[in-house]
């Protein structure tokens, strides 16, 4: 990996070149408590002075909420179109927690079952990343994931007058060829550097005892009494797997004209935390109570995919956190899972 020191001077011609040459996402103020990655045609628009997670993950870039994936006729005989296609973007100020993100959707669309629809997204997607004190309902210190090793084109940190720049693709050293102005770090830029991390993970407020999850989750997964008290005020609304950055359920579904013959089929989000999730042919559900749905949704992210990948499905962001109506929290239920463990 290479490191480059951007002078604060130049980073504002930096971010024009690339709005005037690519189709640019980055952070923009929705209003006085959210931010959302969305098109940017003005240096000006972007805003990256947010502490709250933006509330919509980068995730919806790779993989939409709504997406079509064939168009269809049939007239004599059925004619299907793909509509596999993607532009080249860049995706700007994204923090550790949202690439991490990224790192773990690429694994789960690219392993047991290649999915075309995000391949092409993602080989066109150019990552800039951005370090930013996290909010109050982060953790993802405790997961692991506050730093990404991987997964960026170019990672930048703000040290004041200048950002620090990790390089770590190819195509993020060329990108600063062509449009920055940048100089080798030195070691006293690396100094500056490591000051800036070991006071940004100072500020994590929100903490969990991860350790031994994996086991502990077993010896409480038939605590009828701690699963009702957990998920008591839960709505089953399914918000927290919404705003997931790792979350990769979905339905699909076809919409036809009223015609009949002409249709697009779609892909759609979905939440295994709504009722009819689990319903099947014959009326049964799987999973009829929140109860259950919730221990699912906490086996999914914390032990699931430590099997599969080695890795947690939850990268700490405290999304979920922020969006439950129902004030319920999977950091305080790591910790009360090792609490009940304990006792």
Same mark, same amino acid.
């Given at each position: 990996?290479?490191?480059?020191?951007?002078?604060?001077?130049?980073?504002?011609?930096?971010?024009?070149?690339?709005? !005037?040459?690519?189709?640019?996402?980055?952070?923009?103020?929705?209003?006085?408590?959210?931010?959302?990655?969305?098109?940017?045609?003005?240096?000006?628009?972007?805003?990256?002075?947010?502490?709250?997670?933006?509330?919509?993950?980068?995730?919806?870039?790779?993989?939409?909420?709504?997406?079509?994936?064939?168009?269809?006729?049939?007239?004599?005989?059925?004619?299907?179109?793909?509509?596999?296609?993607?532009?080249?973007?860049?995706?700007?100020?994204?923090?550790?927690?949202?690439?991490?993100?990224?790192?773990? +959707?690429?694994?789960?669309?690219?392993?047991?079952?290649?999915?075309?629809?995000?391949?092409?997204?993602? !080989?066109?997607?150019?990552?800039?990343?951005?370090?930013?004190?996290?909010?109050?309902?982060?953790?993802?210190?405790?997961?692991?994931?506050?730093?990404?090793?991987?997964?960026?084109?170019?990672?930048?940190?703000?040290?004041?007058?200048?950002?620090?720049?990790?390089?770590?693709?190819?195509?993020?050293?060329?990108?600063?060829?062509?449009?920055?102005?940048?100089?080798?770090?030195? !070691?006293?830029?690396?100094?500056?550097?490591?000051?800036?991390?070991?006071?940004?993970?100072?500020?994590?407020?929100?903490?969990?005892?991860?350790?031994?999850?994996?086991?502990?989750?077993?010896?409480?997964?038939?605590?009828?009494?701690?699963?009702?008290?957990?998920?008591?005020?839960?709505?089953?609304?399914?918000?927290?797997?919404?705003?997931?950055?790792?979350?990769?359920?979905?339905?699909?579904?076809?919409?036809?004209? +009223?015609?009949?013959?002409?249709?697009?089929?779609?892909?759609?989000?979905?939440?295994?935390?709504?009722?009819?999730?689990?319903?099947?042919?014959?009326?049964?559900?799987?999973?009829?109570?929140?109860?259950?749905? +919730?221990?699912?949704?906490?086996?999914?992210?914390?032990?699931?995919?430590?099997?599969?990948?080695?890795?947690?499905?939850?990268?700490?962001?405290?999304?979920?956190?922020?969006?439950?109506?129902?004030?319920?929290?999977?950091?305080?239920?790591?910790?009360?899972?090792?609490?009940?463990?304990?006792?």
């Amino acid at each position: 990996m290479l490191y480059k020191i951007l002078k604060k001077d130049d980073y504002r011609d930096f971010l024009t070149h690339l709005i !005037e040459n690519y189709e640019f996402l980055g952070p923009v103020k929705k209003d006085s408590a959210t931010h959302d990655f969305v098109r940017i045609k003005n240096f000006d628009e972007v805003d990256t002075n947010y502490k709250r997670t933006t509330i919509a993950p980068a995730k919806k870039i790779l993989y939409p909420s709504t997406e079509k994936l064939i168009s269809y006729k049939i007239e004599g005989e059925i004619k299907v179109e793909s509509t596999v296609n993607s532009s080249e973007k860049i995706l700007f100020g994204i923090d550790a927690c949202d690439v991490n993100g990224l790192n773990f +959707l690429d694994k789960f669309f690219t392993s047991d079952f290649a999915d075309e629809y995000y391949i092409v997204k993602r !080989e066109k997607l150019i990552v800039i990343g951005l370090d930013r004190m996290p909010s109050e309902t982060n953790f993802s210190l405790s997961m692991g994931k506050e730093y990404a090793k991987d997964g960026f084109d170019l990672f930048l940190t703000d040290l004041g007058n200048k950002f620090f720049v990790r390089v770590g693709t190819y195509k993020g050293s060329s990108l600063l060829q062509k449009y920055a102005k940048t100089q080798d770090a030195s !070691e006293a830029d690396f100094k500056d550097y490591n000051k800036y991390m070991e006071e940004y993970r100072k500020n994590f407020k929100s903490k969990v005892d991860i350790n031994n999850f994996y086991d502990n989750f077993e010896i409480i997964y038939d605590d009828k009494e701690l699963w009702d008290k957990v998920a008591k005020n839960c709505f089953s609304c399914g918000s927290c797997c919404l705003v997931c950055p790792t979350c990769f359920c979905f339905n699909v579904k076809d919409d036809m004209e +009223l015609n009949l013959k002409v249709g697009n089929r779609l892909r759609e989000w979905d939440s295994c935390m709504i009722p009819d999730y689990g319903l099947v042919a014959g009326g049964h559900n799987f999973r009829p109570n929140k109860e259950n749905r +919730l221990k699912q949704r906490y086996r999914c992210k914390l032990k699931t995919f430590v099997d599969r990948f080695n890795t947690y499905a939850c990268v700490g962001c405290g999304r979920c956190i922020e969006t439950c109506m129902a004030k319920i929290s999977i950091a305080d239920d790591i910790n009360l899972i090792k609490k009940e463990v304990s006792v």
